[in-house]
C-alpha cells in the first residue's frame, strides 16, 4: 500500500511536469501562412492612365481595363487585366508589336522588378507582326522579355494616394520569329486611389 502510494505520488509529479513542460504545436514560432476567410476587398481605382508611347507611336487600350488595388494590406497589391493595342504614327511603318495583353494577379506594389514571362498568376501574351505580314502569337519568355515594376510612392500631404507601374517590353529575333524587327517599348501605369 505504500508503495502503491509512493508510486502514484511520482506518477502524479511526472505528469504534471511533462503536463506544463510540453508546448502545444500552435505555439511554435515558426512562420505560417494565414489565409482569411473572406476575399480582400479590392478597390477600384478613381482614375487608371495609359502612358505608353515609344518611338514608333503609341498603345492604347482595347476594350475596357480591369485594374483593382487591395489596399488592406501594405505594400498594396493589384490585379490588371488589359490589352493594348499598337497605334504607329508613321504611316507605313510595321511595328513588330501589334498588340499584347498583360494580366497579373495580386502583384505586390514593393518597387521589385517582376518578369512576366508565364509565372503562376501572371503573364504577358504578344501578338506580333513579321516584316512578310504574318502575325505571331508568343508569350514573354527568355527571347521576349517583359519586366514590370510595381511601386506605392509615399504621398505628399494633401495627395491621394498612387501605384506607379513601369512596363518594360524587349522583343528580339529568334530563329523562329526571323522575320520579327527587334523593338522595345517602355510605358507607364498611374493607378489612383
Known sequence: MILMNHSLRILIAILAVAAVGCKSPLDTDAPRIERPVTPPILV???SVDFQFNYNGGQFVTVGTPLVRVDT???PA???I???MQNQP?????LPSI???HIKVDSM?????QNDLSNRQGRFLQFVLEATDGVEHTVFADDNQEAKMLVDEPTPKPGE???IEVTLFLNVQRTPVLANVPKETAVGRLIIEL
Open 44 to 46: 477600384v481605382p478613381r
Open 160 to 162: 491621394r494616394r498612387r
Open 81 to 83: 487585366d488589359v490589352m
Open 77 to 79: 497589391q493589384v490585379w
Open 89 to 93: 504614327s508613321t504611316p507605313g511603318r
Open 98 to 100: 501589334k498588340e499584347f
Open 72 to 74: 488592406t494590406i501594405s
Open 108 to 112: 505586390s506594389a514593393d518597387g521589385y
